[in-house]
């Protein structure tokens, strides 16, 4: 839906987009390093509440003051698409089986 129409049913249900925010977490100690995970969250607000958190990545600050950013990509949105796709091949390969079989 474009959004000249999703603006006036976003008013009616009172909810309105809230977009992504990257959040650093608590610095954790490892040994003479220093690791601040981060954190993406996402969401909608107003009359439901839907938040969304996903792991963005570190923050490594080396023990002589360097720092640098280290990814970690989110693995499990490809993996339920393919577990999806094997659920929808199961009935299609059952009902193949079947008529073959007679």
């Known amino acids: 839906m474009n959004d000249y129409l999703m603006s006036p049913i976003r008013d009616v249900l ?4 809230k977009g992504s925010e990257l959040r650093v977490g608590e610095p954790l100690e ?6 601040r ?9 107003g009359a439901g509440v ?3 958190a996903e792991p963005a990545g570190v923050i490594v600050v ?3 003051g360097r720092e640098h950013r280290v990814s970690t990509p989110d693995r499990t949105r ?7 796709g094997v659920a929808l091949m199961v ?12």
């Open 14 to 17: 009172g909810t309105r987009p």
């Open 30 to 35: 490892a040994g003479e390093r220093t690791i």
């Open 37 to 45: 995970p981060i954190v993406r969250v996402g969401g909608w607000r």
């Open 50 to 52: 839907r938040l969304r």
């Open 62 to 64: 080396e023990g002589d």
């Open 78 to 84: 490809p993996i339920l698409w393919g577990l999806a």
């Open 91 to 102: 009935p299609i390969a059952s009902q193949v089986a079947v008529r073959v079989l007679r």
